[in-house]
């Protein structure tokens, strides 16, 4: 039996098949006896959950618990229209402590009493140029020696 | 304290020592320079000449780079730059160099070669007190085989 027959006779049994249709279904819930099984399988089923469901009340009356609902949704839509609150100092931290990581960072990378080494970067403030045409550049640099030589050749 | 708790303190200590350490040139003062006209020559000193030997250390490190047996100084100038401080510096009659604390972290030296601008040099004003030198050199176009130098530093205090 395909699925198709077989929604038909569910919604045969719950009285939703549309008019037109409900002879053939039903002629067929008669004849055919794998749609016989499955009808008689459904109603009991149907029957079982009717009569043997565990009535569970609820700690507060329907409206109650609904009228709850829709208080949180109300006070939801009224945060996200934007009345905002003034800056509080918590909101001020959370601004600031990701900042204030990074400057801890920088004093100590860049405070000598910790002692970094920081000839590389020094060095690499270091510019040279000749504004002349007949004059090359050629740089030494010894990180050693703590020096940048500078030689100017003449053309 | 002030009703702020362990984290927030931390922050706004940090934030407070920043703003007194972050940049050496915090409390840095004026840029103390000295500057030399070296000649490089493997010729002994003339008779008739004063020139005195070039300071030992920095001899040594010019060596690393150089070849020259003698090492004399020709010139000796000072100047002291307060931030945005220019000073010229006349070495010799031929060699000139401008001196500038452009902001009290970063050095110029300009190079001015027979009253032409020749090169320029930008160096850390933190390295220069650190004790790192600026030598600027080149072949003697009037003697062949020796060479020139100008070394730049920091004077220990």
């Known amino acids: 039996m395909n699925p198709e027959t077989q929604l038909k006779l569910q919604a045969w049994l719950d009285g939703e098949l549309p008019p037109d249709e409900v002879p053939a279904v039903a002629r067929l819930a008669e004849t055919d006896r794998d749609a016989a099984a499955l009808v008689a399988e459904l109603r009991h089923t149907m029957a079982a959950l009717a009569n043997n469901e565990l009535e569970r009340p609820l700690p507060e009356s329907r409206e109650f618990f609904w009228s709850k609902v829709e208080r949180g949704i109300l006070a939801g839509e009224r945060l996200a229209t934007g009345r905002s609150r003034p800056l509080g100092l918590s909101s001020w931290l959370r601004f600031l402590a990701p900042a204030g990581i990074v400057a801890a960072l920088a004093i100590v990378l860049f405070t000598p009493i910790f002692g970094v080494h920081r000839g590389a970067n020094l060095a690499a403030l270091e510019e040279i140029e000749s504004p002349l045409a007949d004059v090359s550049l050629t740089t030494f640099r010894s990180e050693s020696e703590q020096m940048t030589v500078v030689w100017v050749n003449l053309h | ?157």
């Open chain 2, 1 to 157: 304290m002030l009703g702020l708790s362990l984290p927030a303190l931390i922050v706004l200590a940090s934030w407070f020592a920043a703003a007194l350490l972050g940049t050496p040139q915090a409390w840095a003062g004026d840029l103390n320079l000295n500057a030399v006209l070296v000649w490089g020559t493997d010729e002994a000193k003339p008779r008739d000449a004063d020139y005195k030997e070039l300071d030992p250390k920095i001899r040594k490190k010019l060596g690393r780079f150089s070849r020259w047996r003698n090492y004399f100084v020709i010139k000796e100038e000072k100047a002291s730059l307060a931030r945005g401080a220019m000073k010229k510096l006349k070495m010799s009659a031929k060699c000139e160099l401008e001196l500038k604390n452009i902001d009290d972290a970063t050095l110029e030296i300009k190079l001015f070669g027979e009253g032409r601008w020749t090169a320029t040099l930008k160096k850390s004003a933190e390295a220069m007190r650190k004790g790192e030198l600026a030598v600027l050199g080149g072949d003697d176009k009037d003697k062949y085989n020796d060479a020139w130098f100008v070394v730049i530093s920091v004077p220990a205090p």
